[in-house]
């Protein structure tokens, strides 16, 4: 081959490889991940009000069809488990469900639950919020309450859940539950989360 035709091979085969380049972005640029959504931020009553949980929670895929939303809370020191928030709409009326949350806790020393947990009424963005705080030996069922099974006994566990009463769209609850000094570490953020709730449109 001369020397010319060389030449033009040679600047053939990098125009080539050029086109190659910048049609088959390298491995780095195509591992980046796209700029997500803000995954702390979630909504209920069907868009109508919103929420933001706190920045060192983990939005994950729900566990059950009946969950909307869910989080993993990382675990305090010394608490072998995470916490756990699940967010979703029900029925019955705010005392039934209380008095279910209530049949899930035993204490260990045989009182009634329902003496050593609280409640508070509070009023955010129009909808009614009944906040409860509820500890002891916790009847967890894994499959959830409705899948049957065993259930298993976590001691030493503390429950803060919300049921918003949401004006023509029924109630909404949030749930979060876990190994006590796990929730009690999360306890104030939970809090601001129910309390800093506004309406969709306002974000």
Known sequence: MSLSHLLTFSRAALVAAGLVATLCPSQDAAAQPAVADNALAFTIAGEALSLEAPANWKRVQP??????????IPAAEGDAAPGRMTVMGAGGSVQANIDRWYGQFTQPDGSATKDKASTKKLNVSGSAVTLVDVS???????????AGGQAVDRPNYRM?????????????FLKFY???????????????????MVPAAAK
Do not use: Q
């Open 178 to 196: 876990g190994p006590s000094a796990t929730v009690s570490a999360n306890a104030d953020g939970f809090r601001k989360m129910v309390e800093g």
């Open 63 to 72: 566990k059950s069809n009946m969950i909307e939303t869910e989080f993993s």
């Open 136 to 146: 002891g030996t916790y009847k967890d069922m894994p499959g959830g309450p409705f």
């Open 160 to 172: 803060l859940a919300a049921i918003v009463e949401v004006p023509d769209r029924g109630s909404y």
